[in-house]
């Protein structure tokens, strides 16, 4: 295990596993356990996801393993989480693994972060985005959401999880939903998505060189009412609308149909994905 400096200045433990082609992997490597592990499988979330992601890429890779979200929770950046900062930080990993050249996978926000990454380094050998689309993404609908979870963290430090990962369930009541959370963990993620308001993604194509691939349930869609923002994120829409379109523009296009946001991030359906995907583009 090694520690990286990142752009503020807090440090993140980074594990690496396995031989061959390097992958940075943004996972949690330690299955959660008690209440969390609890709460996760409420929402849908396998508590070992990020361990049943490593142990399924390690026989052939060499997977750079850091649990970036659990990191900006633990340490917020409330007004430095920008997407330059972000690549700088994943930059910065890649160095200290002394990882030349990488693969990335990412999923939800990390995804977005793999296609900000993309932009600002020629040194990605292939990328994985998974819950985000590559073109068309709902930047202006997550700054609404997130906008409206910084405002009620302020006010009475209560929070939804949907500002840094939203997830869809038909069962779940969202008007009840409220998790405690800190105001500079919820405003970070109103910074990111502040910066990315300009953001032409169709525009930063060209700037992709390397093999791509994207993902998304054919479900992933919340309606969040007006305590939220009252806006729809829909992440599969420009998967089902403009797949032809995102093949035009050199990107592997998968839709998992029937699955929502929280169900297609799943090691077991990521993983037939990805893995074979990785096999042909990394020889």
Same mark, same amino acid.
């Given at each position: 295990?090694?520690?990286?400096?990142?752009?503020?200045?807090?440090? !993140?433990?980074?594990?690496?596993?396995?031989?061959?082609?390097?992958? &940075?992997?943004?996972? =949690?490597? @330690?299955?959660?356990?008690?209440?969390? #592990? $609890?709460?996760?499988? @409420?929402?849908?979330?396998?508590?070992? &996801?990020?361990? =049943?992601? !490593? $142990?399924?890429?390690?026989?052939?890779?060499?997977?750079?393993?850091?649990?970036?979200?659990?990191?900006?929770?633990?340490?917020?950046?409330?007004?430095?989480?920008?997407?330059? =900062?972000?690549?700088?930080?994943?930059?910065?990993?890649?160095? +200290?693994?002394? *990882?030349?050249?990488?693969?990335?996978?990412?999923?939800?926000? %990390?995804?977005?972060?793999? %296609?900000?990454? +993309?932009?600002?380094?020629?040194? &990605?050998?292939?990328?994985?985005?998974?819950?985000?689309?590559?073109?068309?993404?709902?930047?202006?609908?997550?700054?609404?959401?997130?906008?409206?979870?910084?405002?009620?963290?302020?006010?009475?430090?209560?929070?939804?999880? +949907? #500002?840094?990962?939203? @997830? +869809?369930?038909?069962?779940?009541?969202?008007? /009840?939903?409220?998790?405690?959370?800190?105001?500079?963990? /919820?405003?970070?993620?109103? /910074?990111?998505?502040?910066?990315?308001?300009?953001? $032409?993604?169709? *525009?930063?194509?060209?700037?992709?060189?390397?093999?791509?691939?994207?993902?998304?349930?054919?479900?992933?869609?919340?309606?969040?009412?007006?305590?939220?923002?009252?806006?729809?994120?829909?992440?599969?829409?420009?998967? %089902?609308?403009?797949?032809?379109?995102?093949? *035009? %523009?050199?990107?592997?296009?998968?839709?998992?149909?029937?699955?929502?946001?929280?169900?297609?991030?799943?090691?077991?359906?990521? &993983?037939?994905?990805?893995?074979?995907?990785? $096999?042909? =583009?990394?020889?």
């Amino acid at each position: 295990m090694i520690e990286v400096c990142m752009h503020d200045g807090s440090t !993140i433990e980074v594990e690496i596993e396995g031989k061959g082609p390097s992958l &940075l992997l943004p996972v =949690n490597p @330690k299955p959660a356990e008690g209440p969390q #592990a $609890d709460e996760m499988v @409420k929402w849908g979330v396998d508590p070992a &996801l990020g361990r =049943n992601l !490593i $142990d399924g890429l390690r026989d052939r890779y060499r997977v750079i393993v850091f649990d970036y979200e659990g990191h900006v929770m633990r340490s917020a950046k409330p007004d430095t989480l920008t997407p330059a =900062n972000i690549a700088g930080d994943f930059l910065s990993i890649a160095d +200290a693994a002394d *990882a030349r050249r990488f693969a990335y996978y990412g999923y939800s926000w %990390l995804a977005l972060s793999g %296609l900000q990454l +993309a932009i600002r380094t020629d040194r &990605l050998s292939a990328l994985m985005i998974g819950g985000y689309p590559p073109i068309d993404g709902p930047y202006k609908e997550m700054l609404k959401v997130t906008a409206a979870t910084y405002e009620m963290s302020s006010s009475s430090h209560t929070h939804s999880t +949907a #500002a840094s990962s939203p @997830k +869809a369930s038909d069962e779940w009541d969202w008007s /009840t939903v409220e998790v405690t959370m800190s105001v500079a963990q /919820t405003k970070q993620f109103m /910074t990111l998505y502040q910066a990315l308001q300009g953001f $032409d993604d169709r *525009a930063v194509q060209s700037r992709i060189s390397c093999p791509r691939i994207c993902f998304a349930g054919s479900d992933d869609k919340i309606e969040y009412e007006q305590r939220w923002g009252g806006v729809t994120v829909d992440i599969a829409g420009p998967f %089902l609308r403009q797949r032809k379109e995102m093949e *035009a %523009l050199g990107w592997d296009v998968a839709v998992l149909e029937g699955l929502d946001h929280t169900q297609a991030m799943q090691a077991a359906n990521v &993983l037939p994905i990805i893995r074979p995907w990785l $096999d042909s =583009n990394l020889r």
